[in-house]
């Protein structure tokens, strides 16, 4: 069984299997990321749509599209390289190894630099310089201009995360994934923690941004004046483009599960059983569901912003952050 010592480092009994530990906790995280994602994505578009008087997709749509791309064939652009060919699983597989940094509904024994947030970030990064590349490599105008749009705004973004997830580590003690969640369980002062408050709003504003969603882009559009995301993938085509809307899937459920686990850490445990595998799987289902209705109800009440405005809205996730560290710091 795993715990925490007094200095918010990992120790474990004496016998226990930590690679066992690990291999049931990777088991788990991968089976629920990759089961649970199009759900998420399905929800959201349902609670638009009802917010817009539709009745939008049936729950299970997301499973559908997939399963019909799976079984289309792949063309490819006469002008386009291996990078197009070699993007779509690259990016799946960037995807899952980072889905073994954030603990969904157990956190395992430790295993060096799994759950380091800097290797977090630049799983994330390089998937995403990978999927610009694949838009560029195409030779399309749309998809040089959308790969051109999420470069520009990954310049301004990728700052702010940065000061976001230090902030983090200031006020958990740690740069590590999993010891933020264990200390999140056996101490839950945290959860009252002003800081925590101010970071949960700039991790939701991060989660809005990194998965291309109102009003920093709409998934929903194919217009040339709107498109960032969905230019990108706009060359992509059977199995490739299931590929990538499964990574872009997983890329949201990752972020969700990393906002909800550190500031709502309930069902998450630090002892692998039956019961509380089952137990962590329906809480952090029902959290899910909750967040995937708060962003529905969030992009049904904005416009998509103008490109040159996006910055005001990086600088509260950014203030809301350096706040935190200064509170932290001095506080």
């Known amino acids: 069984m795993v715990f925490l010592d007094d200095h918010h480092s990992y120790s474990y009994r004496r016998g226990d299997p930590m690679n066992y530990s690990f291999l049931w906790f990777s088991l788990i995280n991968l089976f629920l990321v990759i089961i649970?994602?199009?759900?998420?994505?399905?929800?959201?578009?349902?609670?638009?749509?009802?917010?817009?008087?539709?009745?939008?997709?049936?729950?299970?749509?997301?499973?559908?599209?997939?399963?019909?791309?799976?079984?289309?064939?792949?063309?490819?652009?006469?002008?386009?390289?291996?990078?197009?060919?070699?993007t779509p699983p690259l990016n799946m597989i960037l995807l899952l190894v980072a889905a073994l940094f954030v603990p969904l509904?157990?956190?395992?024994?430790?295993?060096?630099?799994?759950?380091?947030?800097?290797?977090?970030?630049?799983?994330?990064?390089?998937?995403?310089?990978?999927?610009?590349?694949?838009g560029l490599d195409a030779g399309s105008t749309f998809g040089?201009?959308?790969?051109?749009?999420?470069?520009?705004?990954?310049a301004i973004i990728e700052p702010v995360v940065i000061v976001i997830f230090a902030a983090l580590a200031f006020v958990f003690k740690t740069a590590n994934i999993h010891e933020m969640v264990s200390t999140a369980i056996t101490s839950p002062i945290y959860l009252f923690s002003p800081s925590l408050i101010l970071l949960s709003i700039s991790l939701f504003i991060v989660l809005i941004t990194e998965t291309a969603r109102v009003p920093v882009d709409n998934p929903e559009t194919h217009l040339e004046l709107t498109m960032i995301h969905e230019a990108m993938i706009l060359e992509q085509s059977g199995k490739n483009l299931a590929l990538m809307e499964a990574s872009h899937a997983?890329?949201?459920?990752?972020?969700?599960?990393?906002?909800?686990?550190?500031?709502?850490?309930?069902?998450?445990?630090?002892?692998?059983?039956?019961?509380?595998?089952?137990?962590?799987?329906?809480?952090f289902l029902v959290k899910g569901i909750g967040l995937c209705i708060i962003?529905?109800?969030?992009?049904?009440?904005?416009?998509?912003?103008?490109?040159?405005?996006?910055?005001?809205?990086?600088?509260?996730?950014?203030?809301?952050?350096?706040?935190?560290?200064?509170?932290?710091?001095?506080?």
């Not at 997939?66 to 070699?86: D, N």
């Not at 069902?267 to 692998?272: D, E, K, Q």
Request: glycine letters at 6%.
């Open 105 to 134: 509904v157990y956190v395992p024994s430790p295993i060096n630099g799994i759950g380091n947030i800097i290797l977090f970030l630049y799983l994330l990064a390089l998937a995403k310089f990978l999927m610009a590349l694949a």
């Open 250 to 283: 997983i890329k949201q459920t990752l972020l969700m599960a990393l906002l909800l686990n550190i500031f709502l850490p309930w069902g998450v445990s630090t002892s692998l059983t039956f019961s509380t595998v089952v137990i962590g799987i329906l809480l």
């Open 144 to 154: 040089g201009m959308g790969s051109s749009r999420e470069m520009t705004i990954s």
């Open 295 to 331: 962003i529905g109800i969030f992009e049904s009440s904005l416009a998509k912003l103008r490109l040159f405005r996006l910055p005001s809205l990086f600088m509260i996730a950014f203030f809301l952050s350096f706040l935190t560290i200064l509170l932290e710091v001095f506080g």
């Open 36 to 86: 649970l994602s199009p759900l998420f994505m399905t929800i959201i578009k349902k609670v638009k749509a009802w917010a817009q008087m539709r009745r939008g997709p049936p729950i299970l749509q997301g499973y559908y599209n997939l399963f019909k791309l799976l079984r289309k064939e792949t063309i490819y652009s006469p002008t386009s390289s291996m990078i197009m060919r070699i």
